[in-house]
């Protein structure tokens, strides 16, 4: 070990003689507004991070209390960010009291979001934007296009289920969780900070297969998806079915899978050969986009004989 008083060590040295030693060393975040100095190339798109605070989990009767949205600059074959455009956060008063449990998660109180209201001018923050992104779009996206239905027609991905995290080596998705393992920690859980420290991390290297993670959330957002129902499957292949992910639907009563476009003529064969058993069947197929993913509505859906 260095015998230097600490007071003599500079900090870049006191960093590395930690890491030497086994230390986990995270630096304390400070948001960018540029993401690269190489000269960008002359096709650029913008995007959102988008991040809400709540007062409660439950989009049929919980109300937004703060947007956060960082919008940015990017190149969509890359995903390398460059400029951040702009930064909105605002409070809202959602017309009924924030509960202690909901101000112990995000600090909001009911006397902050008094009289509040989100600006009208997130209309024109958003007219351009080719994309949104949360790290949790399934909860974000409901919020957010009750309260603005323009966010109803874009397109949108979210870094927590469209990155598969367990086969990068992590051993967690939260937001917190993935700064820490990228080296940084953040005040979380305000939505402009969080966006930061999402965009953040969309600019770091995967661990395990490389390359930004931004550029593999874009290429799994493009990507279309099939919702196949196995129309009238025997009783006795519901082991089978749910071994390979298929999901019981009560109301329907009817066993469904969401799987990759292109791996739908596996899945046929799959299912002719174990459930069907040879015999003629039918499936509905429903094609879900990035403009539908993370909400209930329907997509394109058509009943094919096999």
Same mark, same amino acid.
Request: hydrophobic content about 35%.
């Given at each position: 070990?260095?015998?230097?008083?600490?007071?003599?060590?500079?900090?870049?040295? @006191?960093?590395?003689?930690?890491?030497?030693?086994?230390?986990?060393?995270?630096?304390?975040?400070?948001?960018?507004?540029?993401?690269?100095?190489?000269?960008?190339?002359?096709?650029?798109?913008?995007?959102?991070?988008?991040?809400?605070?709540?007062?409660?989990?439950?989009?049929?009767?919980?109300?937004?209390?703060?947007?956060?949205?960082?919008?940015?600059?990017?190149?969509?074959?890359?995903?390398?960010?460059?400029?951040?455009?702009?930064?909105?956060?605002?409070?809202?008063?959602?017309?009924?009291?924030?509960?202690?449990?909901?101000?112990?998660?995000?600090?909001?109180?009911?006397?902050?979001?008094?009289?509040?209201?989100?600006?009208? @001018?997130?209309?024109?923050?958003?007219?351009?934007?080719?994309?949104?992104?949360?790290?949790? &779009?399934?909860?974000?996206?409901?919020?957010?296009?009750?309260?603005?239905?323009?966010?109803?027609?874009?397109?949108?991905?979210?870094?927590?289920?469209?990155?598969?995290?367990?086969?990068? #080596?992590?051993? #967690?998705?939260?937001?917190?969780?993935?700064?820490?393992?990228?080296?940084?920690?953040?005040?979380?859980?305000?939505?402009?900070?969080?966006?930061?420290?999402?965009?953040?991390?969309?600019?770091?290297?995967?661990?395990?297969?490389?390359?930004?993670?931004?550029?593999?959330?874009?290429?799994?957002?493009? #990507?279309?998806?099939?919702?196949?129902?196995?129309?009238?499957?025997?009783?006795?292949?519901?082991?089978?079915?749910?071994?390979?992910?298929?999901?019981?639907?009560?109301?329907?009563?009817?066993?469904?899978?969401?799987?990759?476009? &292109?791996?739908?003529?596996?899945?046929?064969?799959?299912?002719?050969?174990?459930?069907?058993?040879?015999?003629?069947?039918?499936?509905?197929?429903?094609?879900?986009? &990035?403009?539908?993913?993370?909400?209930?509505?329907?997509?394109?859906?058509?009943?094919?004989?096999?």
């Amino acid at each position: 070990m260095n015998n230097q008083s600490p007071e003599n060590i500079k900090l870049d040295e @006191a960093i590395a003689l930690l890491k030497t030693n086994g230390y986990r060393v995270t630096r304390p975040f400070e948001p960018r507004t540029t993401y690269s100095d190489s000269p960008p190339p002359e096709k650029l798109l913008k995007a959102a991070v988008l991040d809400t605070e709540t007062t409660g989990l439950d989009q049929s009767t919980d109300k937004i209390i703060e947007l956060g949205i960082v919008v940015f600059e990017y190149c969509p074959e890359t995903g390398q960010a460059y400029r951040v455009l702009e930064t909105f956060n605002e409070l809202e008063d959602p017309g009924m009291p924030i509960s202690p449990e909901s101000t112990k998660v995000h600090n909001i109180t009911d006397e902050m979001v008094a009289g509040k209201r989100i600006d009208a @001018a997130v209309q024109a923050l958003m007219s351009d934007v080719s994309i949104v992104i949360a790290h949790n &779009a399934g909860f974000d996206r409901g919020f957010v296009e009750a309260r603005l239905p323009m966010f109803a027609r874009k397109a949108w991905a979210c870094s927590l289920a469209q990155v598969d995290w367990k086969n990068e #080596g992590m051993g #967690g998705a939260s937001l917190e969780f993935l700064a820490y393992r990228y080296g940084f920690h953040f005040g979380g859980h305000r939505a402009s900070v969080d966006c930061h420290a999402l965009l953040e991390v969309l600019q770091c290297d995967l661990p395990e297969s490389g390359g930004r993670v931004m550029k593999t959330l874009l290429a799994n957002a493009r #990507g279309n998806e099939i919702k196949v129902w196995a129309l009238n499957s025997p009783f006795d292949s519901k082991d089978k079915l749910k071994a390979r992910s298929y999901r019981w639907e009560p109301e329907r009563k009817t066993w469904s899978v969401l799987l990759p476009q &292109a791996n739908l003529p596996q899945e046929v064969d799959w299912l002719r050969e174990h459930v069907y058993q040879g015999r003629p069947f039918k499936l509905e197929l429903e094609k879900i986009d &990035a403009f539908l993913r993370f909400t209930s509505r329907r997509g394109t859906t058509e009943t094919v004989s096999y």
